[in-house]
């Protein structure tokens, strides 16, 4: 059920997808005995397409989602495994042309290559299955392998996750093929606006991971009150932050996360697990 709510409701009111909807909505009524609230609805629904497509509103909504943790720490020495959550690759584009398509998160992929090689004892786990709604046989998984061997990553140190849906389904499946050990290490790759539901979820299954945040949609902290000068960038960020955001609070809703906005874990608590 969750997982259907999160492909239906929760694409539906991401501020593109809704306020479009309203739009429409609004010049539909026009044509009815309520025309007046078919254009105040229109107005409303212009005005805040607007402030999504050029304001900072979407970089205000992302920055405490992006600036929760801070880069690795490399000085406490190397890791015992990478994980790497889905995201990266369009499983649909990638079975319709036969080869790896990756898309806006390929920053996922060559992070954890370039980690790969400066740890060349570490696992690499890669989880990814298909987030449609209606099951077809495209899977994420099934052609990250190929990526990472093309990027000079050995077979042998690939475990490969191609079931989970979402990011609650990484944390369990991820968990069950790394099999982690008590002391080690395991760092979680993904985009640094998505870390804080991703560690929160992943500490709720019981594997505690150190966050290693890339893809990051924003600069420097003085760019937050600047303007988009293209219309798609402010919209890409806008529905990038109310996702999350709605993901946040369902889980933390539902008790699947402690924290509305996981972040890093005390010190004291990061030193007695190791």
């Known amino acids: 059920m969750f997982f259907l ?145 093309g990027l000079g990553i050995a077979k042998a140190r690939l475990l490969i996750e191609r079931r989970a849906r979402n990011t609650l389904e990484n944390a369990e499946l991820a968990k069950a093929l790394a099999a982690p050990k008590p002391g080690e290490r395991w760092l979680l790759v993904t985009s640094a606006f998505h870390m804080p539901r991703s560690v929160g979820l992943f500490r709720n299954a019981g594997f505690d991971v150190e966050a290693y945040p890339v893809d990051w949609r924003l600069g420097a902290r003085a760019d937050l009150l600047t303007f988009s000068t293209v219309a798609a960038d402010g919209l890409v960020r806008s529905d990038l932050a109310v996702r999350e955001w709605m993901g946040l609070m369902a889980y933390r809703t539902t008790g699947k996360i402690d924290d509305l906005l996981p972040g890093p874990a005390p010190k004291a608590k990061q030193l007695s697990q190791r």
Request: aromatic share 8%; with cysteine.
């Open 5 to 149: 709510l999160s492909k239906t409701l929760g694409i539906i009111l991401l501020p593109t997808n809704l306020l479009v909807g309203l739009g429409l909505a609004g010049a539909l009524l026009l044509a009815t005995r309520f025309a007046s609230a078919g254009r105040r609805l229109m107005v409303a629904a212009t005005v805040w397409l607007a402030l999504c497509a050029w304001s900072p509103l979407g970089k205000l909504l992302l920055y405490p989602l992006e600036a929760r943790f801070p880069p690795w720490d490399a000085a406490n020495g190397a890791p015992d495994g990478i994980i790497v959550l889905g995201g990266p690759i369009d499983a649909d584009l990638s079975l319709a042309h036969g080869r790896p398509v990756v898309g806006a998160a390929g920053d996922r992929i060559v992070a954890a290559a370039v980690l790969a090689h400066r740890y060349p004892n570490a696992r690499v786990v890669y989880s990814g299955g298909s987030a449609n709604l209606v099951f077809n046989d495209a899977r994420e998984a099934d052609y990250a392998a190929e990526l990472f061997e």
